[in-house]
């Protein structure tokens, strides 16, 4: 195979994200022999791996956590709850609640596991929530009077701290103690991609693509054609400029193409990467600035994606603060998400009319989930309740009465005397 199909080979090879691709070649006809070393703290200089956990931690900090308290009338926001303050505003004093939420979850993705640990006073009261870096913290399993328990070893801290007072949001795990990081699961990808970024970036500093060539009739030897060309890449390539010059009876002609074959091939290899990383996350292509952005396609992307990415990570935050933190059997706290997904003014409005029609929601809860103020006096309290349903136990009575109502209309109306 000569050099040049190597370099520009078929659209099938650079597809194959699972080897080394079109990278492995450009490096080795190069000679270069250089690849990105994948860990999960340098991917995330990769573009498209910080744009997808950029849209995850944003997405998640548009919604406020909030304490639900369940009485027996239904469920009521708590804002007076004890430990309200640490878990929704301010729960270490040098960041807020969502910088927090943001750090766990960016760690979660980037190496499978997002501490923080909960800091109590002499007494056991919670005081705040503060955030460890996952490479501080080892989790470890130690078995006590028979009796397996979850501990971690924090560096910088003499003894272990039990999992009571350690927020841990795992990613997937095989032994349920440490999370796995995906990012190296799918290192090869992750690679492929830092390569193509990096040949890129260096073909586009250096020149190094076919730009066009040089052709004649005129017999030339093997030396004096390597000194033709090189002459002529001096100063066609220099970034200084300068005026190009060819022996008699030689012409330059430049590739009659809108990319070289380098940069096609490249671009198209950056597209599968971005696809690849991108699903590595679950995140779509038209949240990145990557994809078809057609409102009612995009609509319905962005809606998957609260579903099937971050409302699984809030279950995680949830199921941890609220085993740990909030620990009241009447108490919970709650990350909701209804707010966030995206319908059509015309789909939302009619929404709101079964809802009020209904009876199940009235005028001022409506206009609280469109951000309106309730309507003064008071006179969006009121629920309204359709004349045409009715409890069924009740419903042969209803119609008793009905058809009773009818009869003596009928007697009423009767003039014949008889």
Same mark, same amino acid.
């Given at each position: 195979m000569s050099i040049f199909n190597r370099i520009f080979g078929?659209?099938?090879? /650079?597809?194959? $994200?699972?080897?080394?691709?079109?990278?492995?070649?450009?490096n080795q006809s190069r000679g270069t022999g250089k690849f990105v070393a994948v860990t999960s703290?340098? %991917?995330?200089?990769?573009?498209?791996?910080?744009?997808?956990?950029?849209?995850? %931690?944003?997405t998640l900090s548009l919604v406020n !956590?909030?304490? &639900?308290e369940l +009485?027996?009338?239904?469920?009521?926001?708590?804002?007076? *709850?004890?430990?309200?303050?640490?878990?929704?505003?301010?729960?270490?004093?040098?960041?807020?609640?969502? @910088?927090?939420?943001?750090?766990?979850?960016?760690?979660?993705?980037?190496?499978?596991?997002?501490y923080a640990r909960?800091?109590?006073?002499?007494?056991? $009261?919670?005081t705040g929530l503060k955030y460890i870096e996952p490479s501080m913290v080892e989790p470890q399993i130690i078995e006590i009077d028979?009796?397996?328990?979850?501990?971690? @070893?924090?560096?910088? /801290?003499? %003894?272990?701290?039990? #999992?009571?007072?350690?927020?841990?949001?795992?990613?997937?795990?095989?032994?349920?103690?440490?999370g796995i990081s995906r990012i190296m699961t799918k290192k090869h990808t992750i690679g492929n991609a830092g390569n193509i970024q990096s040949y890129a970036m260096d073909m586009y500093e250096n020149g190094a693509y076919i730009s066009g060539y040089i052709y004649g009739d005129a017999t030339i030897n093997k030396d004096a054609l390597n000194y033709l060309r090189q002459k002529f890449e001096e100063l066609y390539t220099s970034k200084t400029g300068g005026i190009a010059a060819l022996p008699s009876g030689f012409k330059y002609e430049p590739l009659k193409y809108n990319l070289p074959f380098a940069d096609a091939q490249i671009i198209e290899a950056q597209k599968f990467a971005v696809e690849d990383i991108a699903r590595i996350f679950g995140v779509p292509l038209s949240l990145i600035g990557r994809g078809d952005s057609a409102d009612n396609k995009a609509d319905r992307e962005y809606n998957t994606f609260l579903s099937n /990415?971050?409302? !699984?990570?809030?279950?995680?935050?949830?199921?941890? &603060?609220?085993?740990? /933190?909030? $620990?009241?059997?009447?108490k919970y706290l709650k990350f909701e998400l209804k707010g966030l997904f995206r319908t059509d003014m015309l789909v939302r409005y009619q929404a709101h009319q079964i809802a009020i029609n209904a009876g199940f929601m009235n005028k001022d809860e409506? +206009?609280?989930?469109?951000?309106?103020?309730?309507?003064?006096?008071?006179?969006?309290?009121? *629920?309204?309740?359709?004349?045409?349903?009715?409890?069924? #136990? @009740?419903?042969e009575d209803y119609f008793d009465s009905i058809i009773d109502n009818d009869k003596s209309k009928e007697v009423n109306n009767d003039n014949t005397g008889i």
């Open positions: 078929s659209k099938q090879q /650079v597809r194959t $994200t699972e080897s080394l691709g079109l990278i492995s070649l450009l703290k340098k %991917s995330i200089s990769l573009g498209v791996v910080f744009e997808c956990i950029d849209v995850i %931690s944003r !956590p909030k304490i &639900i +009485r027996d009338n239904g469920k009521f926001i708590d804002n007076k *709850y004890k430990y309200n303050k640490i878990l929704t505003k301010q729960p270490y004093p040098l960041y807020n609640s969502t @910088k927090l939420y943001e750090k766990l979850i960016c760690d979660y993705l980037l190496f499978g596991n997002g909960i800091l109590r006073n002499n007494i056991g $009261t919670i028979g009796i397996e328990e979850h501990w971690y @070893k924090i560096e910088g /801290v003499n %003894s272990l701290v039990n #999992q009571k007072d350690m927020i841990h949001v795992m990613d997937f795990s095989f032994d349920g103690i440490k /990415v971050i409302a !699984p990570i809030t279950i995680l935050l949830e199921n941890e &603060i609220n085993r740990k /933190v909030v $620990t009241e059997d009447n409506v +206009r609280n989930v469109e951000n309106m103020n309730p309507i003064p006096g008071g006179l969006g309290e009121t *629920y309204y309740q359709p004349l045409n349903t009715i409890p069924l #136990q @009740k419903a």
